[in-house]
């Protein structure tokens, strides 16, 4: 979950000004809260290439460089996400793309301290995609900084074939919209072509309908929710592309329905497909949830309403099985029905609806950060322990055991974890004993393990910096 500029925005305005004011947009609105967190600009000119190869920030448009607005980013408590090109150029040709230098750039990216790291299609004349992503990949792990690798070849190469093992999410179509102007139309053709594709998106690798277009021009309050269901139900990731600074409440009260989110984040990670159609009438299932529910759509792409029933039999159920029914817009529920449920539908409008045999509905984790960076100064000649503190929370319905930092921490760092209920706070201390003047830098990372299965539930990862100064001796970097 998270923000791009590119539907809304296009090249222009992107600068940082416009970065920074869409973070504080996606905190105060509410969207921090309900998750989204992965966040930066998209093709925005941000980097060119120096006459040695290495790419350097766009400092007329990021005058704090790449790596001041990422750290703007994570103080924040968000991710931080970048763009570039598989090619030999990006797609307005105004950024150098990653053909023949891809772990430099990769190196780049992870030295920026991106989280997120989105690679485009253009210019790549006689590439073969499975193995240009394949070689990023390769050049994302050897650059040692986890990254979310998005890739974005708008289906070419039919990447949910084979990429699984080399990224995270991939685009399944063309562009949702030209930028600027939502396009309902062409986004039904690309839920459409996504949904055909479902047997490929699991946890970690995921079918991406590109970013969503929940809250700009073109779209009724009707068509968000449907658009927002749609991508719920197909376990699409999450990313606005709306202008976060100025959105109805309508809209806000959509991108942050956690009931909604819930099913799209849902551990199971498995995308909902159509079970049926009757006319123009379709019912979405195959979406069975974490606590053992089920997530059922109903969408009316029809001119008139629709009663529609829904039958048990239509999520692979008994009729006689008596199940509860939350509705995830009105947050109402009913039952226990036995056989099915009927809903009357408006044109354009949907049914998102969660079947249970119990009558409780739980969220599953939705993790928010107060900051995912921790900078620590010691000046003096003595040896010092300084500590840090980030807060991570829970916004699902249950605590989470207590998370698990990993070993191989560097000497001079400790990380000790502490539960209040929903949060958690890792206190990180740097010990200075023995360390000479200069910058030393530690990624810490930490699970999050189901105590009975022993299975992840999430994962974090933060950054802490250390400056050692005022030391006898000469400066060193580590
Ligand atoms: C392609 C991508 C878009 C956007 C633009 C930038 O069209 O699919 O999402 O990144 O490039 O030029």
């Known amino acids: 979950m998270g923000w791009y500029p590119w539907n809304e925005f296009g090249q222009e305005p992107q600068n940082e000004k416009l970065i920074k004011e869409i973070v504080d947009a996606l905190v105060s609105s509410g969207l921090k809260e309900a998750g989204y967190t992965y966040m930066g ?14 790419l350097t920030s766009n400092l007329d448009r990021y005058p704090s460089g790449l790596r001041g607005l990422g750290d703007y980013i994570h103080k924040k408590g968000l991710k931080y996400a970048l763009y570039t090109d598989a090619g030999i150029r990006t797609c307005s040709k105004a950024m150098p793309g990653t053909k023949d230098h891809e772990f430099e750039d990769m190196a780049a990216f992870a030295e920026w301290r991106a989280d997120y790291v989105k690679i485009d299609w253009c210019n790549t004349e006689g590439q073969d995609t499975a193995k240009t992503y394949r070689k990023l990949h390769d050049a994302q792990h050897a650059a040692g900084r986890p990254i979310v690798h998005s890739l974005c070849s708008w289906g070419e190469g039919e990447p949910w074939k084979w990429a ?12 949702i919209c030209a930028p600027g102007k939502a396009d309902w139309s062409r986004a039904m053709k690309i839920a459409a072509a996504n949904e055909k594709l479902y047997e490929a998106a699991g946890p970690g690798h995921w079918n991406d309908p590109d970013m969503m277009i929940v809250g700009m021009d073109g779209l009724s309050e009707t068509q968000n929710r449907s658009f927002f269901s749609l991508w719920c139900m197909m376990a699409a990731p999450l990313m606005a592309g709306n202008d976060l600074r100025k959105m109805t409440p309508s809209t806000i009260q959509v991108l942050t329905n956690l009931e909604a989110i819930g099913i799209n984040q849902d551990p199971l990670g498995i995308q909902g497909r159509i079970v049926r159609r009757n006319g123009k009438v379709e019912i979405w299932a195959g979406k069975r949830l974490f606590d ?16 529609v029933k829904v039958a048990w039999s239509d999520i692979g159920l008994a009729e ?38 119990t009558n409780s509905f739980p969220v599953p984790p939705i993790i928010v950060a107060d900051s995912y960076l921790v900078s620590l100064r010691a000046a003096g000649m003595t040896a010092q322990k300084l500590t840090g503190a ?20 560097p000497s001079w760092l400790s990380v000790a974890v502490r539960k209040t209920g929903k949060s958690q706070t890792l ?8 360390l000479k003047n200069g910058l030393y830098h530690a990624v810490v990372r930490a699970d999050n393990i189901e105590p009975v299965s022993g299975k992840p539930i999430s994962v974090l990862y933060y950054d802490v910096d250390l400056e050692v100064m005022g030391r006898a001796g000469g400066r060193e970097r580590n």
């Open 164 to 175: 699984a093992s080399v990224g995270h999410l991939w685009r399944t179509t063309e562009d």
């Open 320 to 357: 006689s099985e008596p199940l509860y029914v939350r509705n995830l817009w009105t947050h109402q529920t009913s039952g226990p029905h036995r056989g099915g449920i009927s809903a009357r539908v408006a044109p354009n409008d949907v049914a998102l609806l969660r079947a249970s045999k």
């Open 292 to 307: 053992g529910s089920q997530a059922v759509l109903v969408f009316n792409q029809g001119a008139a309403s629709a009663d």
């Open 41 to 54: 600009p998209d093709e925005g000119i941000c980097f060119y290439r120096d006459a040695g190869g290495k």
């Open 427 to 434: 206190t990180s201390t740097a010990s200075t004993a023995g």
């Open 390 to 409: 980030i807060t991570v929370k829970t916004n699902g319905s249950d605590e989470l055991p207590l998370w698990k930092v990993r070993p191989g921490l």
